[in-house]
């Protein structure tokens, strides 16, 4: 009987303990970068996945905790710039990556300007990236999700993957394993993000956009590709 009370007051105690925690992360988390991709290994090299392959650098150079599941999704918790940061990596698949973050979104009560969503862009060269506010979709089902479930001010960090060249093409591509020819701009891309990640939680987007440039520039592009 005292080894029963013994483990129910040790379980009680972890019970409350882990309470705790969850409140102060609702009450202290400031940001939410949301990364979009499809889960599973079979994704994992696809440039559709540049979004998780961000977040998963982000967490390592800043010391970010374990990676769990909860919100549809993976996420980890860490601080950039003294500010607590909330990693999502939704398991809702790519389309649908909205319905996971807004999961995340109800949870700590922040308002769309406070998430961030890194995504690859067609539209744009090899390596570049430009950060949006606002707007339309552009054709992005991923994106299209975000604004429905999580509304339209959100901020997308748009990394520049090419396009194939013909319409009829895109989803091969993006569903395409970055070729190793391709390595050096996407770890120079990724590394830039993560060490410029401060500015964005200072809400400077056009110094995160011009420091990841100067960190990482674009390598040149070719002329068969669109997005330059």
């Known amino acids: 009987m005292f080894r029963s009370l013994t483990n129910w007051m040790a379980e009680w105690r972890r019970r409350g303990s882990a309470i705790f925690i969850s409140r102060e992360l609702q009450e ?6 949301v990364g979009q991709g499809n889960p599973g290994a079979k994704y994992a090299g696809n440039r559709h996945n540049i ?3 961000a977040l998963d650098v982000i967490a390592a150079d800043h010391g970010f905790g374990p990676w769990r599941q909860k919100f549809q999704g993976d996420v980890c918790e860490g601080r950039i710039g003294g500010k607590k940061v909330l ?5 809702t698949f790519y389309n649908e990556t ?3 973050a807004r999961a995340a979104v109800d949870f700590y009560k922040l308002e769309p300007d406070r998430i961030s969503v890194f995504h690859d862009e067609i539209d744009l060269a090899h390596g570049r990236v430009r950060v949006k506010r606002g707007g339309g979709h552009s054709g992005n089902n991923g994106i299209r999700s975000m604004i429905a479930h999580c509304g339209s001010e959100i901020r997308r960090i748009r990394l520049g993957v090419g396009h194939p060249g013909d319409k009829s093409r895109v989803m091969p591509y993006v569903l395409a394993d970055f070729p190793k020819s391709e390595g050096a701009w996407v770890e120079a891309l990724l590394s830039a993000c993560s060490r410029a990640a401060h500015f964005l ?3 400077l987007d056009e110094r995160f956009q011009t420091e990841v440039m100067r960190l ?3 390598p ?3 002329p068969r590709q669109r997005g330059i």
């Open 28 to 33: 202290d988390v400031m940001h939410i970068f």
């Open 51 to 53: 979004g998780f392959m």
């Open 87 to 91: 990693l999502l990596k939704p398991a």
């Open 98 to 100: 909205g319905r996971s």
């Open 201 to 203: 939680v200072d809400d």
């Open 216 to 218: 990482a520039p674009a």
């Open 220 to 222: 040149k592009s070719d």
